[in-house]
């Protein structure tokens, strides 16, 4: 079967790519608030690298879900292979074509910066790969926090100005837990189907109803952190833009409310916390741009 452009596009789940993308905006936008010389093209090219990165790993894991028999037609997982539109085969041959293009982009990065960018480079690699079977093992949301977070942030910070700033890590936290949120939501959803196909997520072991509270502190811990953040002198008040967003926020939590009325309820909440962190992010980027 012919594939047309968008159609592989389509099957890399473009929707999600502002989990990995906003993290490494964010932290350039914390390096100009605090007053350091940031490299806006190599922050544009880190951009480009990890949404590569993303798309590989999405469909990497749509592989291995298929494989295991976590998405079916029935499920609401990825469809790309479950509709008949893809067969398993052309998304892992996608997802190895992705990596290579990445691969050599974070090679040529790595000539450009230095070597402390090979190891964290690595790090998310293996970890990227990794993720399907730690992902059957409850261990989903670490890697997200690291890969989506906490890599790509201190990353950020040395590909941009040449040096490590752990500082930059004030803004993982925030950030981290809403994208954690897109996942958890995800898997809270599918703990019947994830189940069945013998795969263990967190909100499996913990059951639904507490699931359900886990992501509500999920996207409220992140207002109170900033805000805290700001009290304490470390992050400018103009920062708090973020709060603008709240409103999605506990647009959200109600709907996770509606568990108790079936999955059908409350389906769509993981790709409405993608739209979460997008709007949390931008406008969290633009404070610290303005300050």
């Not at 402390?116 to 059957?136: D, H, Q």
Request: aromatic share 10%.
């Amino acid at each position: 079967m012919k594939h047309s452009i968008k159609d592989w596009i389509i099957a890399t789940r473009p929707w999600s790519f502002t989990a990995s993308a906003m993290p490494v905006i964010v932290t350039a936008a914390w390096m100009a608030a605090n007053g350091r010389d940031v490299c806006w093209w190599l922050a544009a090219l880190t951009v480009v690298n990890i949404v590569l990165v993303h798309a590989a790993g999405n469909t990497w894991s749509d592989y291995h879900d298929y494989v295991k028999g976590i998405d079916t037609p029935d499920t609401y997982g990825a469809k790309t292979i479950t509709t008949g539109q893809f067969t398993a085969d052309e998304i892992r041959h996608l997802s190895e074509l992705l990596n290579v293009v990445a691969l050599a982009l974070g090679i040529t990065m790595v000539a450009l910066t230095g070597t402390t960018l090979l190891w964290i480079g690595i790090i998310g690699f293996v970890l990227s790969m990794l993720y399907p079977t730690l992902k059957y093992h409850a261990l989903g949301d670490v890697v997200i926090i690291f890969c989506y977070s906490i890599l790509p942030m201190l990353g950020t910070s040395f590909i941009t100005t040449g040096t490590l700033y752990w500082d930059s890590l004030w803004m993982a936290l925030p950030v981290g837990l809403i994208t954690v949120g897109i996942l958890h939501s995800n898997n809270t959803r599918d703990i019947e189907t994830d189940t069945a196909a013998d795969a263990t997520t967190l909100p499996a072991i913990i059951g639904r109803p507490l699931a359900v509270k886990l992501y509500y502190a999920e996207v409220s811990l992140p207002y109170v952190w900033m805000i805290a953040l700001c009290f304490a002198g470390i992050a400018p008040w103009w920062s708090l833009l973020c709060l603008l967003s709240l409103p999605l926020a506990i647009k959200n939590i109600k709907a996770m409310m509606l568990y108790k009325q079936g999955i059908k309820a409350y389906a769509h909440v993981d790709e409405a916390t993608a739209q979460l962190q997008l709007v949390f992010s931008v406008l969290l980027i633009i404070g610290l741009l303005l300050s």
